[in-house]
């Protein structure tokens, strides 16, 4: 037991920094994790900057409206949009919303003319039109 006295003072002191040693590793690794996701955040913000830069920038603007003819008498109808909040085709058309590429399907009986509006939340709209010829 006499031994035990004289070990216990160098044992609390090898817990001590077993537990200073632990609380390090962790701290450091959390630190590193946090720096890894904060720079990964960084270099995505900076690849949609120039994503955006490359299709005209971050305002409001129709980037592609055009329509394809899909075997079968089906028609897409295809649109890219850069700072749009809300989007509409007229005649209406389901499954639109605000992309950067979207096609949707559409069914024309007869020469169609489809009118894309977006609008952003300020208040301002675009529109651009294209008309799609049903072959008899």
Request: proline share 5%; aromatic share 8%.
């Amino acid at each position: 037991m006499v031994w035990l006295r004289r070990v216990m003072p160098f044992l609390g002191v090898l817990i001590a920094m077993a537990i200073v040693y632990d609380v390090f590793v962790f701290y450091s690794r959390a630190s590193r994790d946090r720096e890894q996701k904060q720079a990964q955040a960084e270099r995505t913000a900076e690849q949609e900057r120039q994503t955006a830069d490359a299709y005209g920038g971050l305002g409001l603007k129709i980037v592609t409206f055009y329509a394809v003819r899909v075997p079968g008498h089906s028609m897409n109808l295809c649109y890219g949009l850069t700072g749009a909040k809300t989007v509409r085709i007229e005649p209406p058309v389901e499954g639109v919303w605000p992309a950067l590429t979207r096609c949707v399907q559409v069914a024309p009986t007869k020469d169609t003319e489809y009118r894309l509006t977006a609008e952003d939340g300020a208040g301002h709209s675009v529109t651009q039109s294209v008309t799609v010829h049903v072959r008899p």
